[in-house]
């Protein structure tokens, strides 16, 4: 809707602009200011193997010392492949959630370095709960997926991740919003994605995961989220398990 809105304004303000030799104005009118969407019950569908499409997350605070991830994701992926990315300007993997198809294991990086994390039953065809903690004061990162916690493993300590930051869905940032690479993209639904600035308790992460009430994300929140959709990506009903 949108793109149409601006599609509209932009011809009638061309002829406009035309007839009154005001093009410099027409400059204003080609940008569409992001508007936050109530994604309750919806997923982002990436339906096939890309190296552009993706989804773009524009979000609140720049300025993280500590935070919590959550999302849901359902693949038939068996290769590598990403599941979210942050990426600054100093580092592309500032914050990066990422599934090694080879070594069967789900590897968060934190400023360009990554803790492995195996031993985890990620079957295709299903949905899967994955939320990732980390604190820059103690350098711990942890991943609780589908309810179940991990150990805590040290990565990266004494730096905030500070913007300007791009927030990426669907590909792996090897540069500051680009550098993508379609071996790593994702194929398939993802939804719920959640961002704090801080680490939640284990009771509120399995609040989370059985879908219960919870404090959504202060800097991510899926039922006000502000996104940009860059090529073949589609918004549909999440899709429900019937019993």
């Known amino acids: 809707m949108c793109k149409s809105v601006n599609f509209i ?141 991990s150990i805590r493993k040290f990565v990266s300590t004494g730096t905030n991740i500070v913007g300007p930051v791009i927030i990426i869905l669907g590909q792996e940032q090897d540069s500051h919003g680009g550098g993508f690479d379609i071996k790593q993209s994702f194929v398939g639904m993802m939804s719920d994605v959640h961002l704090w600035d801080h680490i939640l308790s284990s009771c509120e992460i399995q609040n989370y995961v059985d879908e219960l009430n919870f404090t959504p994300g202060n800097v991510l929140n899926w039922s006000a989220l502000e996104f940009e959709i860059i090529d073949r990506v589609l918004i549909e009903n999440k899709l429900m398990t019937c019993h």
């Open 9 to 149: 304004l932009s011809f009638l303000f061309l002829q406009r602009a035309i007839q009154m030799k005001l093009f410099p104005v027409l400059v204003m009118l080609t940008a569409c200011a992001a508007r936050p969407q109530d994604l309750s019950g919806k997923m982002f569908t990436f339906p096939l193997e890309s190296n552009r499409a993706h989804v773009r997350l524009n979000a609140s605070r720049l300025d993280l010392s500590s935070l919590t991830l959550c999302h849901r994701s359902f693949t038939d992926l068996k290769r590598d492949h990403v599941l979210f990315s942050m990426a600054t300007p100093v580092h592309s993997n500032d914050f990066l959630i990422f599934w090694d198809g080879t070594n069967k294991e789900i590897e968060p990086h934190i400023k360009d370095r990554k803790a492995e994390f195996g031993g985890r039953d990620y079957k295709p065809n299903m949905w899967h709960s994955i939320c990732s903690t980390w604190d820059s004061e103690s350098g711990l990162v942890q991943i609780w997926f589908n309810g179940l916690p």
